[in-house]
């Protein structure tokens, strides 16, 4: 197993290499970058300070001024250079300053990052909370009544998008043509430092109630049914039609010989899940309730072309990814000893 830890961390500099590789060509030679946005953006000032002149000296731009943006943004220096820059920058974690926050892109990260947290956590312990026994529970009773009408329930559940059911909360719940229950937006009251502890944890809870429900809801149906669906193969293998001519009781089956065997899928995908939940997942959620987390930074980067925090972040979140799917595989060998990673079986 060290062996194979080992191989696996030594692979992870070539993989993560080759997609800084990929993106570093992409936020380069893309066009619409940061140059071509300033450029824009003096060519629209220009326009509104010279009112009704003639359109033709308002949209030029002086040699110097694009020199200027060059090297203000680092395009002045030749391919070779930038790429060898952004490498060293990248591994040893400094990511330099954001072009639109104006900011150290490592404390513009942990400054949203808890955000994330705030939501993701609560968010993936609600689902495998609620999701495996209801699993369970459909998988003991199949095609039943109950089976169908839950899994009817779910699919509808997981058609509707998630900046929908949350824009629908915010009007029913949040101060819209309906109940004022929930604050619209934030994650804390204005006068939180004034409150006492208990105070504190109760209005941070009120803040979170809609986001974490919205979030938690667009991953109910797959988890369910993706246990359900394994625990009913399981409880059709020969070892469990043995354990019942034995006479074990229903519960024993279950729970000492179905669940280990049933989990491996479930609990392997829990780091993938973690990773989805923490990094890739929450953008509409977190601009429907105006929640400064890491997938709202994601994407307004993306969209403003601010290189230094897409790059970072690729590189972090590509990083704790490739950790994950190392832990990923150590779970599996933890949880069915038939599986051997010394022999690739």
């Not at 150290?104 to 994330?116: A, D």
Request: glycine share 8%; net charge neutral; aromatic share 12%.
């Amino acid at each position: 197993m060290l062996t194979y830890i080992l191989r696996r961390l030594l692979l992870l500099v070539p993989t993560i290499l080759g997609i800084v590789l990929v993106c570093f060509a992409i936020t380069q030679f893309v066009p619409g970058g940061p140059v071509e946005l300033a450029i824009r953006g003096l060519r629209g000032q220009h326009a509104s300070e010279a009112g009704g002149g003639n359109s033709a000296s308002r949209n030029v731009i002086r040699p110097e001024q694009i020199e200027e943006l060059k090297k203000l943004y680092g395009f002045d220096k030749p391919v070779a250079e930038r790429l060898t820059d952004t490498i060293q920058s990248l591994f040893t974690f400094q990511f330099g300053e954001s072009f639109n926050y104006h900011e150290n892109v490592v404390e513009l990260i942990k400054k949203r990052l808890p955000v994330s947290l705030t939501l993701g956590i609560p968010s993936l312990f609600l689902t495998y909370l609620l999701c495996i026994p209801l699993g369970i529970a459909k998988a003991c009773r199949p095609w039943s009544r109950f089976d169908t009408s839950t899994t009817i329930a779910l699919m509808v559940s997981s058609s509707i998008p998630s900046f929908v059911l949350g824009i629908l909360l915010l009007v029913l719940f949040g101060g819209g043509s309906f109940m004022s229950w929930f604050p619209i937006r934030g994650l804390t009251s204005d006068d939180f430092e004034s409150l006492s502890t208990i105070q504190k944890i109760k209005d941070y809870i009120w803040h979170m109630a809609l986001p974490v429900f919205t979030y938690t809801f667009s991953g109910f149906a797959g988890l369910t049914l993706l246990t359900r669906n394994w625990f009913l193969d399981e409880l059709q293998q020969l070892y469990v039609q043995t354990a019942m001519a034995k006479g074990a009781s229903e519960r024993t089956i279950l729970y000492r010989h179905v669940f280990r065997n049933a989990m491996i899928l479930v609990i392997s995908g829990l780091p993938a899940a973690c990773f989805s939940v923490f990094f890739a997942g929450s953008i509409f959620v977190e601009q429907i309730f105006s929640l400064d987390g890491i997938g709202l930074l994601t994407w307004e980067s993306t969209t403003r072309r601010d290189y230094p925090v897409v790059m970072g972040m690729l590189f972090i979140t590509s990083l704790i990814g490739l950790l994950l799917k190392i832990l990923s595989d150590l779970l599996l060998v933890f949880i069915d000893p038939r599986i051997s990673l010394d022999t690739g079986n």
